[in-house]
């Protein structure tokens, strides 16, 4: 009794394991309005939420179940916002306030704060200053504080880091100020590629003061993450409540008075980046909350928080197996073979410009090349395992963990990927106007060496990568001669390294027949 119930929890345990896991969870971004109301004589916020409407704010936030806040002018009532929700959230660093006893400047404060819930974990804070900004006592006194955007890692689950980022932009809409923040885009993009290129999906919310009619949102920030062909970007506004159409660029404003709170166009933001291969995330509901409001009905601040909910999904990889019926995969982490897959690493070349494969198993060793092969034609979902195992001792094959195009190949090599032609399975030469896949393998060879054509698969592991046969006149174990009368090395009608063409094959009964393989 007790070996099968230790069995069966067992068998749940891998069942678990190997199973996609998802989480859901909600971000908030909010600018809470928080500049003082004086600063001496000067008159800098009279008509902000003071501390009496901060502490409104977080009776409201006490209410309502968001996991991440991500807050902006977070500046001289800090203590007041957390007054109703410290017992449930932790916060960030509080980079201070707007002194009023002293004048010097800027302020060593950029008023941006992250709150999370305390059941999740948090951490990897950094903060990074705008290169550029317009206006110290005009244009929105943008250079009186030391404004930019902060760098966290959120945790929601096991196997899940997520990149998130909070922000505020330059403010106003001279031409000098959306120079600035057209700046800032491109210095946020930069960051993103440069540090943080770790195939780990992203968030990016705040005030960004920007409006994708006036602003290059889509040139300076969407284009050139997506260019990569690591990444998609994403903006819930759009998907929710645009039907997924962006705004022109120079096209009139989409004003809120037009529109409503929930299809106008607001300078406050979500977006969502997720790697090709990794964790996912995937926008669910998006929602400005005007919830926030006075008991005469008027906003507690000037800003609305935006609401999106996610789920996140552990880390997979698709891919495409079509009618070739092979394909090749490199990814960053241990992977599951799906159903239906089977996979195999190149060991070795064989006599005849042939390559050795061997089996991995049920599973493939992070950043280890392999060959896929799959019966049928479709889109496999390859999900990360704990699984232990071994990558091979050696391995011909090299992967790229981006698109390689012909121009980005070394020129002194000559470069082969996965196909089926006339010699059947193998590694077929590509040109350099050939663009090997992101997350793939290939072979390459000194072009010095004179190599061959191709490099077709060795018949010795064609009985061990074969599936059930699908064709009607499928037979293995048979003795195949082509239309000469040679014998061929194929002994199987159904195998996926037996070339396209008509054989004479005698059966072990002795009977000989034509037959045709597709």
């Known amino acids: 009794m007790k070996r099968t119930a230790f069995f069966l929890l067992y068998a749940l345990g891998t069942l678990f394991a190997s199973a996609q896991q998802s989480v859901s969870f909600s971000v908030a971004s909010m600018n809470v309005d928080g500049l003082p109301a004086k600063i001496l004589f000067w008159d800098i916020n009279p008509d902000g939420p003071g501390s009496d409407g901060s502490k409104l704010i977080s009776q409201k936030l006490s209410t309502k179940d968001y996991d991440l806040i991500a807050f902006s002018e977070d500046f001289n009532y800090h203590g007041s916002l957390m007054s109703a929700i410290s017992d449930r959230y932790y916060a960030s660093t509080h980079r201070g306030s707007i002194s009023i006893t002293s004048l010097n400047y800027p302020f060593n404060t950029d008023g941006l704060c992250l709150l999370w819930k305390n059941i999740y974990t948090v951490g990897d804070e950094s903060w990074t200053q705008w290169s550029t900004f317009n206006g110290t006592t005009s244009n929105g006194n943008d ?69 994708y009619t006036r602003e290059h949102i889509r040139t300076l920030f969407m284009n050139p993450i997506e260019a990569t062909g690591r990444y998609a970007v994403g903006d819930p506004w759009v998907e929710f409540s645009r039907n997924g159409v962006y705004p022109t660029y120079g096209s009139w404003s989409i004003n809120v008075a037009d529109e409503g709170w929930q299809k106008g166009e607001i300078v406050d933001k979500v977006f969502y980046i997720n790697p090709v291969a990794g964790a996912h995330i995937k926008a669910e509901s998006y929602l400005v909350d005007t919830d926030f409001n006075k008991d005469d009905g008027t906003p507690l601040a000037d800003h609305y928080p935006v609401v999106v909910r996610f789920t996140a999904e552990t880390p997979y990889f698709d891919t495409t197996i079509s009618t070739s019926r092979h394909n090749t995969i490199f990814v960053p982490f241990r992977v599951k073979v799906p159903e239906g897959v089977t996979a195999y690493y190149a060991t070795r070349f064989e006599e005849d410009e042939k390559i050795y494969l061997q089996a991995t198993g049920n599973s493939i060793f992070e950043s280890t090349c392999a060959v896929i092969y799959a019966q049928k034609t479709g889109t496999y979902r390859f999900l990360k395992t704990d699984k232990t195992t071994h990558g091979p001792k050696t391995n011909l094959l090299t992967g790229t963990d981006r698109p390689l195009k012909g121009s980005d190949r070394d020129p002194d090599m000559t470069y082969y990927t996965v196909s089926r032609h006339s010699n059947g399975a193998g590694f077929y030469r590509i040109t350099n106007t050939t663009t090997i896949p992101i997350f793939s393998a290939f072979l390459q060879k000194p072009t010095s060496e004179n190599p061959a054509f191709s490099y077709a698969f060795a018949n010795g592991i064609a009985n061990s990568i074969e599936a059930p046969a699908t064709q009607t006149d499928a037979e293995e174990g048979v003795t195949m001669y082509d239309l000469t009368g040679r014998r061929t090395q194929h002994t199987n009608t159904a195998s996926p390294f037996t070339p396209s063409g008509i054989y004479l094959l005698r059966t072990k009964d002795g009977q000989v027949r034509k037959v045709l393989v597709r």
């Not at 001279?174 to 946020?188: G, K, M, T, V």
């Not at 993103?192 to 195939?199: A, F, K, P, S, T």
């Open 143 to 211: 250079g009186l504080i030391r404004k930019g955007f902060r760098h966290y890692v959120f945790t929601p689950a096991s196997d899940i880091d997520i990149d998130v980022f909070i922000l505020h932009m330059d403010a106003e809409s001279d031409p000098e100020d959306i120079a600035a923040r057209e700046s800032q885009w491109e210095q946020l993009t930069a960051t993103i590629l440069e540090q943080y290129d770790n195939n780990r999906p992203k968030i990016v919310m705040g005030d960004t003061n920007s409006r």
